[in-house]
């Protein structure tokens, strides 16, 4: 009873907080799983569909975010034909990705050494569901309805913990094929709940020529960031995948999944973040306390990780993963500051995405290929890649820092 009081005085906003809490941990339970039942070589193969999954994200994001700022921006007939042209090209854009993943399945099985191409082209197939997916996000986010925004990730969560451990446990088939279709299936379930209000890809009315220039550049400079992402987040797990042997690149995951959970934590804030800072600014009114506010929140709660990760690295190894990961306990808290410092760095350019101030998306990108080129000439040992990622993200914050003061100087902002 005083459970359910409590939750009805809270906001929509922190509900959803709660809900994203709940789906990180639900996600990492899911990984965790996993870990244990499968053990650090196969768990190489399933950290490279997972890693696919963030990749994925990353580019619908664009669509997401796009989605959301804009519900704020237009409004009713230039709202919902915008809202049908996302959805056009992002059917024909999934559409694409997932047939070039499907045609180089037998590559990408080479290049990352995995047991099987059919992973890929299972997940290929799940592709074009993902867009559609980030856009009905975009729509509950920019419209700030949360509880419903938060549902899709619920059921999306839910439905692959479940579907995915229980194949593992039921069939026995090649761990990663049976991965790869609960990442599907789960697609399907994050599509509810949908809004299917004035949704149509027919009859389509061209955007009025002020609104296409804006919607345009914003969606080349949104996907040039996400692009940067996902070279930042996911470049080190690919390259380790490539350069070192499976049980190596077993330990890596795990190492990389622990040291993240800011990073996934701080995307929560991401979605809060947005829609507020478009309406203050469309309003006129300040968006620097609500950046101050969120930055606050990322740094204590990777401070307290790092910290966590530092004092029992073994103990946090051991709980999660189990003892067969125990080696690479020594560098849990060094990458969870290379993940702290990118996660910090991440909610100021995503400020600035919001403001449509896009130098700071440049510097992330070179940042991002500068990680990439370090890691491929210095990848001695794990060691050696976790200190090249410190090391570049130390610079990105530094960068953005640099940034955010000197436009703070300016009026508005």
């Known amino acids: 009873m005083i459970i359910s009081t409590t939750l009805k005085k809270l906001s929509a906003e922190h509900k959803f907080m709660i809900s994203a809490l709940l789906v990180n941990a639900g996600n990492y339970l899911y990984n ?83 047991q099987s191409q059919f992973m890929f082209i299972i997940f290929g197939i799940g592709i074009p569901i993902y867009f559609i997916m980030s856009i009905n996000r975009g729509v509950f986010q920019g419209s700030n309805k949360f509880n419903k925004l938060a549902s899709t990730f619920q059921t999306e969560m839910i439905s692959r913990l479940v579907i995915t451990i229980g194949l593992i446990l039921l069939l ?87 040291g993240r959970v800011v990073y996934f934590v701080a995307w929560m804030f991401v979605m809060l973040l947005l829609p507020k800072v478009v309406t203050k600014h469309k309003n006129g009114e300040a968006t620097t306390p609500i950046l ?45 500051i290379a993940t702290s410092l990118f996660a910090i760095s991440n909610i100021f350019a995503y400020y600035f995405l919001s403001l449509d101030q896009y130098i700071p998306v440049i510097l992330s990108g070179l940042l991002g290929i500068t990680q990439v080129i370090l890691i491929i000439f210095f990848h001695g040992s794990l060691s050696e890649v976790v200190i090249i990622q410190i090391i570049a993200m130390t610079i990105l914050l530094i960068v953005q820092l640099i940034f955010f003061f000197g436009f703070n100087t300016k009026p508005n902002s």
């Not at 009713?76 to 034909?81: D, G, R």
């Not at 609960?182 to 509810?192: A, K, P, V």
């Open 32 to 114: 965790l799983v996993l870990g244990r039942i499968l053990g650090p070589e196969q768990f190489a193969d399933a950290a490279i569909l997972i890693t696919f999954l963030l990749v994925l994200s990353f580019v619908a994001m664009t669509f997401q975010l796009a989605t959301a700022k804009f519900s704020v921006l237009l409004e009713k007939e230039v709202l919902q034909n915008f809202i049908k042209l996302v959805y056009k090209y992002a059917i024909m854009i999934g559409l694409v990705l997932g047939g070039l993943v499907i045609i180089f399945s037998k590559t990408l099985q080479g290049t990352f050494r995995t």
């Open 172 to 258: 026995n088939i090649q761990s990663s094929i049976l991965i790869a279709i609960g990442i599907t299936i789960s697609l399907i379930f994050g599509l509810f709940p949908f809004h299917l209000k004035n949704i149509s890809i027919s009859k389509i009315k061209p955007l009025p020529s002020k609104h296409k220039k804006h919607v345009t550049k914003f969606f080349i400079l949104t996907a040039f960031y996400e692009l940067t992402q996902i070279i930042i987040n996911n470049s080190d797990i690919m390259l380790v995948k490539h350069y070192f042997e499976g049980y190596e690149a077993g330990l890596y995951a795990s190492l990389a999944l622990i």
């Open 292 to 336: 101050s506010k969120y930055v606050v929140y990322i740094t204590i709660l990777s401070s307290l990780i790092v910290l966590g990760c530092y004092l029992f690295p073994e103990l946090v190894i051991d709980l999660m993963f189990g003892s067969a990961y125990i080696s690479i306990a020594p560098l849990l808290w060094k990458y969870a």
